[in-house]
């Protein structure tokens, strides 16, 4: 069974894992995205997952790949935040507003 738990310093060790086993939280952008999160945990762990978890947007515009700039989106998730893969894991959208949530597979079903 698949327990979804926010992201906290006790889960990144196995996060940190998967990373360096090849796994990576972006389908288009692949190792250079699993580098770039392992980069960021060994900078700082905390201000890591903090961008992780981002419920109320606080977080600075994310850079789209073609470099236009958008507001972050609220949500929770062990996708990358950073400015060069916005993408979020599929439950991210659990703090999604409504109109948002059709977007996120993981949460369609959500009133």
């Known amino acids: 069974m698949v327990e979804l738990v926010?992201?906290?310093?006790?889960?990144?060790p196995s996060y940190k894992a998967a990373l360096e086993r090849g796994w990576s939280p972006d389908n288009v952008r692949l190792m250079e995205a699993t580098r770039?999160?392992?980069?960021?945990?060994?900078?700082?762990?905390t201000a890591f997952l903090a961008d992780l978890d981002d419920p109320d947007a606080k977080g600075?515009?994310?850079?789209?790949?073609?470099?236009?700039?958008?507001?972050?989106l609220p949500g929770s998730g062990a996708g990358s935040g950073?400015?060069?893969?916005?993408?979020r894991s599929a439950?991210?959208?659990?703090?999604a507003?409504?109109?948002?949530?059709h977007m996120c597979s993981a949460t369609s079903a959500m009133p």
């Open 60 to 72: 600075g515009p994310i850079t789209l790949p073609d470099g236009t700039k958008v507001p972050r």
């Open 91 to 95: 439950f991210a959208g659990s703090a």
């Open 36 to 45: 770039e999160q392992l980069a960021a945990i060994e900078k700082n762990p």
């Open 6 to 12: 926010k992201p906290a310093l006790e889960h990144l």
């Open 82 to 87: 950073t400015a060069k893969s916005p993408a």
């Open 97 to 101: 507003p409504p109109s948002c949530r």
